[in-house]
């Protein structure tokens, strides 16, 4: 399984940024996929996350209303359109993927990140 997170970059506060996320050797049932985000020093935090039927999605109080997730089931892609980006959401955003090993238990794969830079 190979998660590749993309669209990262510098951008000032107002600006819009769409992250992209590719997966392959996506071959299993998936229970959700997710972007997380992680400034230095300070611990990994849920961004947004999808159900594998994009029917449920849930987002940090901090980005609802400013941030949309998406996915194309078709090419195995997430998205993450991130507007109206404030200085506080500087960090590293990581793809993640919620595999299903049994009913009960789950397995999660991340990508290597891609730095977002606010700047006021």
């Known amino acids: 399984v190979q998660l590749v997170e993309s669209g990262g970059g510098l951008v000032q506060a107002g600006s819009s940024l769409r992250l992209s996320c590719a997966g392959s050797g996506v071959t299993f049932v998936i229970k959700s996929m997710g972007w997380y985000r992680q400034d230095p020093g300070k611990e990994r935090e849920l961004v947004a996350s999808?159900?594998?039927?994009?029917?449920?999605?849930r987002y940090a109080d901090s980005v609802k209303g400013r941030f949309v997730i998406g996915r194309d089931k078709t090419n195995n892609t997430l998205y993450l359109q991130m507007n109206s980006l404030e200085p506080e959401d500087t960090a590293v955003y990581y793809c993640?993927?919620?595999?299903?090993?049994?009913?009960?238990?789950?397995?999660?794969?991340w990508g290597q990140g891609t730095q977002v830079t606010v700047s006021s």
């Open positions: 999808i159900s594998s039927g994009g029917g449920t999605t």
């Open positions: 993640n993927v919620v595999r299903y090993i049994t009913v009960v238990t789950t397995r999660n794969y």
